[in-house]
Nanobody
Framework: QVQLVESGGGLVQDGGSLRLSCAAS????????MGWFRQAPGKEREFVSA????????GYTDSVKSRFTISRDNARDTVYLQMNKLKPEDTAVYYC????????????????????WGQGTQVTVSS
């Protein structure tokens, strides 16, 4: 049974930092590109960041570039999202997701391409 378990969310002030973690089990982690998505109340789920299987190719939505950093540790089956300079508009439930990839260098920003999802972790940024 595949499980993705996020942690590290919480309440932080404007300008603060958080580090999200997503621990995977039940799958061959190094065969999956990993993504972070978020969903704010009343809004659709949106792409935040993704990282390829093994080459470390990464992508970010424009609003988080230079503030967020995605990384992965294939030895620990874990993907991280370091979030700095947080803003109130970053408030959302953050989800990690896994996307099986044949090619080691690619990733996708499209939620429907991800096969497995975590339960989400709340991030709240106060102004």
């Amino acid at each position: 049974q595949v499980q993705l378990v996020e942690s590290g969310g919480g309440l932080v002030q404007d300008g603060g930092s958080l580090r999200l973690s997503c621990a995977a089990s039940g799958l061959t982690f190094s065969s999956y590109a990993m993504g972070w998505f978020r969903q704010a109340p009343g809004k659709e789920r949106e792409f935040v960041s993704a990282i390829s299987r093994s080459t470390g190719n990464t992508g970010y939505t424009d609003s988080v570039k230079s503030r967020f950093t995605i990384s992965r540790d294939n030895a620990r089956d874990t993907v991280y999202l370091q979030m700095n300079k947080l803003k109130p508009e970053d408030t959302a439930v953050y989800y990690c997701a896994a996307d099986f990839r044949l090619w080691p260098t690619t990733w996708s920003p499209t939620p429907t391409e991800y096969e497995y999802w975590g339960q989400g972790t709340q991030v709240t940024v106060s102004s």
